[in-house]
């Protein structure tokens, strides 16, 4: 492989493990701001049951429940799915930091 084409392969796969990482936890984020925004607008959200939640003429019941319930849980699968992947990329660099390594010392020596 071109060593272009091998440090675009690697800024590749470096950009598309960051996204799988970070989107995760991003997205659970995102459920624990729009639930304190409902529970801010007057919504009742709990894990127990679906709360009447109109907004702006619609009705959003489940939607509150769905967010709050994926608020409160969903840390409990986004965090170690994250972390995951994350160990993969770490896992991957060594690698590539330990191939570049005996590379360029067998380079060295011949």
């Given amino acids: 492989m071109a060593t272009a084409a091998r440090a675009r392969f690697w800024r590749i ?3 598309t493990l960051l996204v799988l990482a970070l989107a ?8 624990i701001i ?5 529970s801010y607008a007057g ?26 319930v994926f608020a409160a849980w969903g840390g409990l699968l986004m965090l ?4 995951s992947i994350l160990m993969l990329w770490g896992v991957l660099r060594l690698i590539r930091l330990l191939f570049r390594a005996r590379r360029s010392g067998s380079q060295t020596k011949g």
């Fill in 80 to 83: 170690p799915t994250s972390f």
């Fill in 43 to 68: 919504c009742q959200i709990d894990e127990g049951s679906a709360h009447s939640c109109v907004i702006a003429g619609q009705e959003l019941a489940e939607f509150a429940y769905t967010s709050g």
């Fill in 13 to 15: 796969l470096d950009r």
């Fill in 34 to 38: 729009i639930t304190m925004g409902l």
């Fill in 24 to 31: 995760p936890v991003l997205i659970w984020i995102l459920s």
